[in-house]
């Protein structure tokens, strides 16, 4: 069974990396930084916007490997949120979720 941690706490995405998809260029978030930790994404999996009141925001699921990660990217205010962490099997207690940590 999937472990899936809430967090819906504002992040600092510090790498982007950009896909052609035909004539649009996507932009993915590619690192992380989250309570004084990296993360970096290996994977990626959905990518879809979606409406919240007036707002549009932009939903990403994304991966290191060990952990799944759900992001939300507010096109309005320009603002990302660490909405929730799954498959987190080493999660530490005081901090809700695990990650490789990547000194910066």
């Given at each position: 069974m999937e472990n899936v941690v809430k967090i819906?706490?504002?992040?600092?995405?510090v790498a982007y990396y950009f896909k052609n998809a035909g004539r649009r260029l996507k932009c993915f978030p590619k690192k992380i930084e989250y309570d004084g930790q990296s993360v970096i994404f290996?994977?990626?999996g959905l990518r879809h916007p979606t409406q919240k009141?007036?707002?549009m925001v932009h939903v990403f699921d994304m991966s290191d490997g060990q952990a799944d990660y759900r992001l939300e990217f507010d096109a309005a205010q320009l603002?990302?949120?660490?909405?929730?962490?799954?498959d987190t099997s080493q999660a530490?207690?005081?901090?809700?979720?695990?990650?490789?940590?990547?000194s910066t």
């Open positions: 819906n706490k504002e992040i600092s995405v290996t994977d990626m009141g007036q707002r603002s990302w949120t660490l909405m929730s962490v799954a530490s207690p005081d901090m809700g979720y695990a990650a490789p940590v990547v």
